[in-house]
C-alpha cells in the first residue's frame, strides 16, 4: 500500500523545476504484456499501429509483481500469508515474469542541432528496446544498477507520434528461496539486490522485482550535453556550527563535468555557473563525436554557510545551474563541508571528523523503503525524517540492498543524515559462512558475481550518480565480507581514490580497518532482546555496525496486516523455557522474533493488545538503554554504533522504530530520548547519573535535577547541583543508586533527571520508571487512574500542538501516547511527525508536543490520547 502526501517544501521540488522545459518523466500511459502472450517481434511492436487493447495497465517506475498488484491479479503479499499464493520464479520459470513493457508518447527534435535522449535509471535485470521498429540497443543490457543513455534524435518520428517497447528479462539464476540467508545464494550470481530471495527479516520477492524499476525520462539539448557533474568542496581547519557565516573562514569549490558532443561538427562554447553572484567560467572546443571531463577554475566561498550532520549544527545547502553555452544544463544542489576520518588508538576503530570536528556515529541500518521498489521522493522524505527525529545522524545501506536513490540522498541532505553505502555483497551470499542451505561451496561463492566487468562498470556508474550529495560519508565493499579480489581493488585503488576521493572506503561492514576486532565472533551484534545493563556494561566492538534489539508495532498496527483471526498475543513457556514466543504461522511468516520474558514483568498479559502496549515500555526502554550504553563509553570503547535495523521495507514484526505503513511505535522515542546532543542519563551498572554532550562547545551553568517520584505521585528532590561539561563526551556525576535501589525495593520507582540552562529552561529530560527488587514493575500494575487533561490547537497547516497536563494531588501520568485519527475512518492519519510521544506527566506539571501532518482536504482529525493508566479518549482540535 502506498501513500500519497502533499507537495514537500520547494527544495524537494527544485530539480524538477529547474530542468523541466529540457526534461521529463515517462512515468504514464504504460502498457506491458507477458511474453508468453505475445508472438509478434520488438520491431512489429514497437510500431505506433500495433494494438495493446488487451494488454495491463503497467506501473513505470515499478516491477512486473507491482503491476499484476494494481491490476488486482496478484493479492498484496504484506498482508497475512498472501505472499504464499503468488508463485514464485523459481517453480514458474523465468518466462513467467519476462514481461513487454510499451509506452506511447508525441516527440520530435527541437531544431537542427537539436538531440533527443532517452535516459533508463534502473531495469533489473536485463531488456532489450525498440523504438519506431528499430532496435535501440545494440547488444542486451543487463544490470540492475548501470544507468542506460540512447540518442534517440534518428529514430523519432517526423509526426511526433513515437512508441517505446522494452522486453524485460529477470536475473539468471533466479535463485533457489529455501529458507536460507539470500535462498541458496545463486541470485548473488547477477549485479543486483540479495534480499529477493528472502532473508531472516524478509520473504523471498515472488519476481525477483524484475521491471522498470527506477525512471526513464526524456531529454532535450543541443549538440553539447553535460553529464555526470563532479562537486568537491574544502573547509580547512577546525570550525564550529554556531560561528555565523560571515565570520567563518573561506571555503573551496571544484566543480568538474563530462561534456559530450553529439554532432559531427567541433563545438566551443562556454561551461558555466554562478554561486552568490560570482561567475566562474571556461572555455572549452569539443571535436566530433567527443566526450571529455572539463575541469573549472576553483572559486572561493568568502562567507561559506556550511553543512553538519543532524544533532550538530544546520544542514545548509547551495544550488546552481551548470550551464555549456546555448546547449544544455543541469541543476546542481551541495553542501559545503569536508570529510575526514582517523584511526582512534584508544578504541581501536576509525572515527569521523566533518569540518574538523569529530563526529560520534548515532546510526541505523536502512534496507529500502519498500521491497517491492515502489520508491517516491514523498515516502523517502518521510523515512529519511523519521532518522532525524530519532537523533541518529548517519544510515548505513545495507549490502543485500540498492545504491540508494538520489532521491533518497536528497532527503538525507536536507535532514542531515549522513549516509554509509555498501555495494551489493553479503557474507551470507558471497561465501564467508560454510551454509548447508547455499546451492554452491563457499570457494566459488567468494567470486560471485559472475560478471566481474559489469559489477565495476555498474560501481563507476552508481559513484558518478551519487558522489555530489554532502550526506554520503562513506563507501564500503560489502555487508561483512569483501568483494572478489578484481573488483576490491578496483573499488579501493582506482575507482573511488579517481572518481571521488574525498571518502574513506571500508573493505566491508565489520572489517578491521573500521572497527578492529578483539572480541572473535563476526564482528558485529549482539541480536534480538538484551538485558539493560548489557548496553552499559558489556564491552562489544568499537564501531559497531549492526546491534539491535526488538521492534514490533502496537495492536493498531499489527491489525494492517495480521488477519483477525491471528491477532493472538504469543505465549509466555516460563522462565528457563525459552521466555515466550508464537507457533502462530502469520507470526511466523512475519519474521516475529521473542521479547522473552520482558514484557511480562510488567504484569500478566491480558489480550494482544495489552502484549503489544508492554512491547512498547520494552521497546522504549531497549533502545534508549543501547544509545546511551554506547555514548556512555564515547571515544574510550566507541566512536560509534549502528543499530540493527530502524525499518521493515515490508511488514515484518521485528527491528523497526516505524512501520510499513509509516506509523511510529516507541522504539523511534526511545531513541529519540537517548541519543538527544546534550542528554542527562542515568548508568544502572555503576548507579552514577551522566551527561553526554555531543556539542563542541563546553556546556556550563547546568543545573541538575534529580528527582524520584513514587507509585501515588509523591515526589521527593534527591539533590540539585550545578555542573559543566566539556565539548564532545560523556562523564560521570553523581552517585545515586544505592540510594534508589533501597527506593525501589518494594514496588518499582520513576526516576526524572532534568538538566535546566542558565535561563533555568529545561535542556534535557530523562525520566526512567525502574522495577523493584524482583526485576518486576510491580507497582505499575497498580498504578491509579491519571487525571490528564489534553488541549489540542490548530497552530498553522498541518500544525497541531497538543497540551498534556497532569493535575497535583495525583500518580504520574504514564507513558501516553498521541496519535492523529481521521474522524471518518477511525483510522490513524499517516504519517504524523511528533516533536516527542510515549511522554510521562508529573504531578501539578504539564508537556506540549507538537504534530506535523499533510491535512487532506475537507477532513478535520482528531487526537487520541491514551497511556499506561489513562484510556484513550479522542480529543477536538480547537482553530
Not at 502472450?37 to 516491477?63: C, M, N, Y
Not at 518466462?95 to 533489473?124: C, M, Q
Request: include cysteine; hydrophobic fraction near 35%; glycine fraction near 8%.
Amino acid at each position: 500500500m502506498m501513500r500519497k502526501y502533499a507537495p514537500l517544501l520547494w527544495l524537494l521540488t527544485l530539480p524538477t523545476l529547474l530542468s523541466a522545459q529540457s526534461e521529463y518523466e515517462l512515468n504514464t500511459g504504460w502498457k506491458c504484456q507477458a511474453i508468453g502472450k505475445i508472438h509478434a517481434t520488438g520491431e512489429k511492436l514497437s510500431q505506433p499501429g500495433f494494438s495493446t487493447r488487451d494488454w495491463l495497465d503497467a506501473t513505470v517506475p515499478g516491477t512486473v509483481l507491482t503491476t499484476l498488484i494494481n491490476n488486482h491479479l496478484e493479492p498484496d503479499p504484506f498482508y497475512g500469508l498472501n505472499n504464499t499464493k503468488t508463485p514464485d520464479i523459481y517453480t514458474t520459470g523465468r518466462d513467467h515474469y519476462t514481461y513487454w513493457f510499451i509506452k506511447d508518447f508525441e516527440e520530435t527534435a527541437h531544431g537542427p542541432s537539436g538531440e533527443v535522449w532517452l535516459d533508463l535509471r534502473g531495469v533489473n535485470y536485463g531488456c532489450d528496446i525498440w523504438l519506431n521498429g528499430h532496435k535501440v540497443t545494440e547488444h542486451t543490457h543487463f544490470g540492475m544498477y548501470l544507468r542506460q543513455s540512447y540518442n534517440i534524435t534518428k529514430q523519432l518520428a517526423t509526426h511526433g507520434n513515437n512508441r517505446l517497447a522494452i522486453l524485460v528479462y529477470p536475473p539468471d539464476p533466479v535463485g533457489n528461496p529455501n529458507g536460507g540467508q539470500g535462498g541458496d545464494g545463486e541470485i548473488a550470481r547477477n549485479v543486483t539486490h540479495q534480499y529477493v530471495a528472502g532473508w531472516d527479516w524478509i520473504q523471498p520477492i515472488r519476481d525477483r522485482n524484475t521491471g522498470i524499476w527506477d525512471k526513464v525520462t526524456l531529454r532535450h539539448t543541443a549538440a553539447v550535453r553535460i553529464r555526470n557533474p563532479h562537486l568537491i568542496t574544502e573547509v580547512s581547519g577546525i570550525r564550529f556550527p554556531d560561528v555565523t557565516a560571515n565570520n567563518q573562514a573561506p571555503a573551496v569549490l571544484r566543480i568538474s563535468a563530462e561534456l559530450e558532443n553529439a554532432s559531427a561538427d567541433t563545438v566551443t562554447g562556454t561551461l558555466s555557473y554562478t554561486l552568490d553572484g560570482e561567475s566562474t567560467t571556461t572555455s572549452v572546443k569539443l571535436a566530433p563525436g567527443a566526450t571529455k571531463e572539463v575541469r573549472l577554475p576553483f572559486q572561493i566561498i568568502r562567507h561559506p554557510r556550511l553543512w553538519w550532520p543532524n544533532g550538530y549544527g544546520a544542514q545548509e545547502l547551495y544550488h546552481t545551474i551548470l550551464s555549456f553555452t546555448g546547449s544544455d544544463s543541469l541543476p546542481l544542489t551541495f553542501g559545503v563541508r569536508q570529510l575526514s576520518t582517523s584511526w582512534n588508538p584508544t578504541t581501536r576503530s576509525r572515527q569521523l571528523e566533518v569540518n574538523g570536528q569529530k563526529i560520534f556515529i548515532k546510526g541505523g541500518n536502512y534496507i529500502v523503503s519498500d521491497e517491492l521498489l515502489r520508491l517516491s521522493p514523498e515516502r523517502y522524505d518521510a523515512e529519511v525524517r523519521f532518522h532525524r527525529d530519532m537523533n541518529l545522524n548517519l544510515i548505513r545501506v545495507w549490502g543485500g540492498a540498492l545504491t540508494e536513490r538520489p532521491e533518497f540522498y536528497d532527503a538525507c541532505d536536507r535532514y542531515g543524515l549522513l549516509v554509509f553505502q555498501d555495494f551489493w555483497n553479503s557474507g551470507d551470499c558471497n561465501g564467508r559462512w560454510e551454509d548447508p542451505m547455499k546451492k554452491e561451496d563457499q570457494w566459488t561463492r567468494k567470486k560471485y558475481p559472475d560478471d566481474h566487468g559489469l559489477f565495476i562498470a555498474s560501481a563507476i556508474d552508481q559513484v558518478k550518480l551519487l558522489r555530489n550529495h554532502p550526506s554520503l560519508a562513506f563507501w564500503c565493499g560489502g555487508n561483512e565480507i569483501t568483494p572478489p579480489e578484481d573488483i576490491f581493488l578496483a573499488l579501493k585503488d582506482s575507482i573511488l581514490p579517481t572518481l571521488d576521493g574525498t571518502r574513506t572506503f571500508f573493505d566491508y561492514s565489520n572489517s578491521d580497518s573500521m572497527s578492529y576486532n578483539t572480541l572473535g565472533g563476526n564482528g558485529d551484534g549482539p541480536y534480538g532482546i538484551q538485558d539493560i545493563n548489557t548496553f552499559w556494561g558489556k564491552r562489544t566492538f568499537p564501531f559497531n555496525s549492526e546491534v539491535g534489539s526488538v521492534g514490533m508495532g502496537d495492536f493498531e498496527s499489527l491489525e494492517r496486516f495480521i488477519p483477525k483471526e491471528h491477532l493472538v498475543a504469543p505465549a509466555y513457556r516460563g522462565k528457563g523455557k525459552d521466555g515466550e514466543g508464537t507457533a502462530d504461522e502469520v507470526w511466523s511468516y512475519h519474521k516475529y522474533i521473542s521479547y522473552d520474558s520482558s514484557v511480562y514483568a510488567y504484569g500478566p498479559v491480558k489480550d494482544l493488545r495489552d502484549f503489544a502496549e508492554k512491547a512498547q515500555l520494552v521497546n522504549y526502554d531497549q533502545y534508549r538503554a543501547l544509545m546511551e550504553g554506547f555514548s556512555s563509553h564515547m571515544w574510550e570503547w566507541y566512536t560509534g554504533s549502528i543499530i540493527w535495523k530502524t525499518q521493515n521495507p515490508w511488514t515484518a514484526l521485528r527491528g523497526q522504530m516505524y512501520d510499513y505503513y509509516l506509523d511510529v511505535n516507541a522504539c523511534l522515542y526511545g531513541l529519540h530520548t537517548g541519543s538527544e546532543p546534550l542528554h542527562i542519563m542515568y548508568d544502572p551498572v555503576t548507579g552514577m547519573t551522566m551527561i553526554a554532550n555531543n556539542t563542541f562547545r563546553t556546556q556550563r551553568d547546568l543545573m541538575m535535577q534529580v528527582r524520584v517520584v513514587d507509585m501515588a505521585g509523591k515526589a521527593r528532590m534527591l539533590t540539585q547541583q550545578f555542573f559543566e561539561v566539556g565539548p564532545t563526551v560523556a562523564k560521570n556525576y553523581i552517585p545515586i543508586g544505592r540510594q534508589l535501589d533501597r527506593l525501589r525495593s518494594k514496588e518499582g520507582l520513576f526516576l526524572s533527571l532534568r538538566l535546566l540552562d542558565a535561563h533555568q529552561q529545561i535542556v534535557s529530560d530523562n525520566f526512567y520508571w525502574l522495577p523493584d527488587s524482583t526485576g518486576n514493575y510491580s507497582g505499575l500494575q497498580t498504578l491509579a487512574t491519571s487525571a490528564l487533561t489534553v488541549e489540542a490547537t490548530r497552530t498553522g497547516a498541518g500544525q497541531i500542538t497538543v497540551t498534556l497536563k497532569n493535575p497535583a494531588g495525583g500518580p504520574v501520568a504514564f507513558f501516553n501516547r498521541v496519535s492523529l485519527v481521521d474522524p471518518t475512518t477511525k483510522q490513524r492519519v499517516l504519517p504524523v511527525f511528533y516533536s516527542d510521544n510515549y511522554v510521562s506527566v508529573l504531578p501539578g506539571e504539564s508537556k506540549t508536543l507538537t504534530l506535523d501532518y499533510t491535512p487532506k482536504p475537507g477532513t478535520t482529525p482528531r487526537v487520541a490520547v491514551r497511556g499506561w493508566n489513562l484510556a484513550e479518549k479522542l480529543y477536538s482540535i480547537h482553530p
